[in-house]
């Protein structure tokens, strides 16, 4: 019989908690019976909500809790504060080896924040970025950073570059991942003081297979597999990339059904259409990760469906599997050997 793999799973976080993240609770138990979720928050709620659905009940754990994080908080305050709260109860969880992953589509900077405090960096990383994967015509690309670093250094970048690199080889299969750094042009001498600074630092890492950089409109050409950049840069593609590919959909079901022409012809295209925006949907890869910490960690949008939801769980499974984390550990900072002595 296969292990129970245990995801904290924060009940009361994003736009439409307790019912999505319950939804997406019944939805990966019922479909994989090795997972356990222990879901955290207003247990009245919680029982509310879980009383919609038929689930094997033996994989649901609600564990109470009395408070509540908002985005409109300081993160710092939060965590530090809410000690009760559906957020800091499931990531201690995952930091006494309760349970195996945390996922959660409440406040990103609460989570970030009680992601690195709470679970904690492994030893030697300097930043713990969040790193999404992107849809490209080519399958996928990760974006490193996203949201979580905005005030990143060069050295930060590099260390992103080579997480990136490991996730992209271990997760998705890329033996030697193309990375690129995100800028105004493709020449060298481009980009603000940031990008200038990494740029030769990344040409010289030994470590990356660096191409060199990437304009916005190269990004989901799949020209690299690791796109990388500062929080603020990252955070404003993937926003922009999810809200154009929301009115690009739905600007094409409005000119699909526009006419009685256009609606028989939709309906001829529909299977193929349904297909392709379905490989550009960003809920079928789950969350973003936050990378290089002791546990697994999962960032969903604040309004996550419970699709995507559901996903980020299975998500933390394949990451566990694959061991991550300790992969990040092992390349990024390997033993060292000691040298045998010469005397006899």
């Known amino acids: 019989m296969e292990k129970m793999f245990k995801v904290a799973l924060d009940g009361m976080g994003g736009d439409f908690a307790p019912a999505n993240p319950v939804k ?14 222990m879901i955290t928050g207003d247990k009245e709620k919680l029982e509310a909500e879980f009383a919609k659905y038929e689930y094997n009940k033996e994989q649901i754990q609600i564990i109470p809790t009395t408070e509540e994080i908002s985005c409109n908080e300081s993160p710092v305050d939060a965590i530090r504060r809410k000690k009760d709260s559906s957020m800091v109860v499931a990531l201690r969880m995952v930091r006494n080896g309760e349970a195996d992953a945390f996922v ?55 260390q992103f570059a080579k997480i990136g690199s490991i996730y992209m080889k271990t997760i998705v299969g890329i033996e030697n991942p193309k990375v690129a750094i995100v800028n105004i042009g493709s020449e060298e001498a481009k980009g603000n003081a940031l990008v200038k600074e990494t740029y030769p630092l990344l040409k010289e890492c030994e470590d990356i297979n660096f191409i060199g950089s990437i304009e916005a409109n190269e990004i989901h050409t799949g020209k690299a597999d690791v796109i990388v950049c500062e929080a603020f840069v990252g955070n404003v593609i993937l926003k922009h990339t999810e809200g154009l590919a929301k009115t690009l959909i739905s600007e094409i079901k409005k000119g699909l059904t526009s006419t009685v022409r256009s609606t028989i012809g939709a309906a001829l295209v529909k299977p193929a259409l349904k297909e392709t925006l379905k490989q550009f949907d960003a809920s079928e890869y789950g969350g973003a990760p936050l990378l290089g910490l002791k546990g697994l960690v999962v960032k969903a949008h604040g309004s996550a ?40």
Do not use: W, Y
Request: with cysteine; glycine share 8%.
């Open 24 to 37: 997406a609770a019944v939805d990966a138990i019922n479909t994989d019976k090795n997972i356990m979720v």
């Open 305 to 344: 469906s419970a699709v995507e939801i559901k996903n980020a769980i299975f998500q933390c499974v394949e990451f566990s599997r694959l061991q991550v984390n300790e992969k990040i550990k092992e390349q990024l900072f390997p033993p060292v050997k000691e040298e045998a002595s010469d005397d006899k």
């Open 104 to 158: 959660s589509s409440g406040s990103s900077g609460a989570v970030l924040v009680g992601g690195q405090v709470l679970v904690g960096k492994i030893k030697g990383i300097e930043r713990a970025p969040l790193a999404p994967l992107i849809p490209t015509v080519k399958g996928v690309s990760l974006l490193i950073d996203c949201g979580a670093n905005v005030d990143a250094k060069a050295h930060h970048l590099v």
